[in-house]
């Protein structure tokens, strides 16, 4: 059974301090995107990657930064929270080539606050 | 600017009903399109997919329609049931990139029962 687990479901955390978000899938797939949610927004896509310590900025990357040091696990880090990065936070991957719309298995989500 | 538009936030229905979720699209190179259902508290689950090539692809009770011309899909979910209400996302893709998917900003379905 497909599976993509998250570090947290909820924290709070307080302004300028620096936040690590883990994301961990054991289906053995190349590709893993953080997005986060905004009522409204739908999702947006913060950063992706397709490989180990391969990394791709996606459309809102500014005040996140990724790390990626073993296949299953995607790191999305906020290097100096601010109140606007209160979000839902939403980790994903999928295969990396063949054919198709490969879709993307999602985790649960980490509700984030920065207070 | 947004290349993929749910321009409905919220669609009321009655159980037994049909359920009809629209998207719209800019980019003419969006080869695949994917609708997503999510639950509160829960990450999007994949729902259905269509490719390009077709203009319609049916599981069960969704129907994938899609207007190419028209840069439009739609969902039909038939008979809507309570268990359907949830935040449906559309999402695009273009393949050969490393899969990276568009979203629309969701539609809230309730079907009443």
């Known amino acids: 059974d497909v599976k993509v687990t998250q570090s947290s479901r909820y924290l709070v955390k307080r302004t300028g301090e620096k936040v690590f978000l883990e994301c961990v899938q054991d289906m053995d797939h190349e590709n893993m995107f953080w997005y986060r949610q905004d009522p409204g927004l739908g999702l947006r896509l913060i950063y992706f990657s397709y490989d180990v310590k391969m990394k791709e900025k996606g459309d809102i990357p500014e005040g996140y930064s990724v790390s990626r040091e073993k296949k299953e696990r995607f790191s999305l880090i906020l290097e100096s929270a601010s109140t606007n990065q209160t979000s839902m936070y939403l980790c994903a991957s999928t295969l990396r080539g063949g054919q198709g719309p490969k879709e993307q298995y999602f985790g649960p989500g980490t509700r984030l606050t920065v207070t | 600017d947004q290349q993929v538009k749910q321009n409905s936030p919220s669609l009321s229905v009655q159980e037994g009903r049909i359920s009809i979720l629209n998207c719209d699209y800019t980019n003419s190179m969006f080869d695949y399109f994917l609708w997503y259902k999510k639950y509160p508290a829960e990450g999007p689950t994949f729902l259905i997919s269509?490719?390009?090539?077709?203009d319609k692809n049916e599981d069960g009770r969704f129907t994938v329609f899609l207007n190419k011309s028209a840069k439009h899909l739609s969902l039909h979910i038939v008979p809507s049931q309570p268990g359907d209400s949830a935040v449906y996302f559309c999402?695009?893709?273009?393949?050969?990139?490393?899969?990276?998917?568009?979203f629309g900003s969701g539609t809230q379905l309730t079907v009443l029962p």
């Open positions: 999402a695009a893709m273009t393949s050969g990139s490393a899969r990276q998917l568009t």
């Open positions: 269509i490719s390009s090539i077709k």
